[in-house]
């Protein structure tokens, strides 16, 4: 299957600071990229819909304003944790969809954030 | 609605025996249900599909089947072994819903030798 890079795997933060997590697609473009955030021992709960060349499109109950989302370019998303606090601390996933290989789904390996 | 009910939240069986998980959704427009496997602390992996115009779709032990009357798909898994232990996820993507994944709430399976 194609393969999606997610950087970085593991962060440790200060209370108040900013975290940039990038989710590349490697082998495929992808005009949609998704991001989920998932607390342990709990399913993957979608956050945003980035679109290239676009604004995100925020699930209800998402501060767009705290996770902001650029999709700049075919094989790039990022999200900015903004101002960050403890209860931020989650396990944050990306997905590409290959649009050629029928809308499959393909998810970076997660992004392990702490936040103290 | 988009949710997705999943039966059972948790699943042990003995390695050889089989495994079956199963889940339910709501909206009739959804066309296309991806299962996923999770281990822990790594990505879901996509262990098996089907679309809305097929009723079962066999992979080696891995097997799914969908019954869009009634509204549920269910995973089957024969011959389980112990590398088979991982949490799965059932999903779905509703036609027109932007392609948006909605996840099931997961099963932990757990073979024991």
């Known amino acids: 299957g194609a393969v999606v890079s997610q950087h970085p795997s593991w962060v440790i933060c200060k209370s108040g600071t900013s975290v940039k997590i990038e989710c590349r697609s490697l082998?495929?473009?992808?005009?949609?990229m998704f991001w989920y955030r998932q607390f342990p021992k709990q399913s993957l709960m979608l956050m945003a819909t980035?679109?290239?060349?676009?604004?995100?499109?925020?699930e209800q109950g998402v501060e767009k304003d705290k996770f902001l989302i650029n999709h700049a370019s075919l094989t790039l998303s990022t999200l900015t944790v903004t101002s960050a606090h403890p209860e931020d601390s989650s396990f944050y996933i990306c997905?590409?969809?290959?649009?050629?290989?029928?809308?499959?789904?393909?998810f970076g390996a997660g992004t392990r954030l702490s936040v103290l | 609605g988009e949710n997705v009910e999943q039966h059972p939240s948790t699943l042990s069986v003995q390695e050889g025996d089989s495994a079956v998980i199963k889940c339910t959704y709501s909206d009739s427009a959804s066309n296309y249900f991806p299962w996923y496997k999770q281990e822990l602390g790594k990505r879901p992996q996509l262990i098996i599909d089907i679309r809305s115009n097929v009723g079962e779709k066999k992979d080696q032990r891995i097997a799914v089947t969908l019954n869009k009357t009634a509204k549920h798909f269910s995973l089957h898994i024969t011959e389980t072994q112990p590398e088979d232990s991982a949490v799965y996820f059932c999903s779905q993507i509703l036609t027109g819903g932007g392609n948006k994944l909605t996840f099931g709430t997961g099963t932990q399976l757990k073979v024991e030798l």
């Open positions: 980035s679109n290239e060349g676009s604004k995100a499109t925020y």
């Open positions: 997905s590409a969809r290959d649009q050629a290989a029928k809308n499959i789904q393909y």
């Open positions: 082998d495929f473009q992808a005009t949609t």
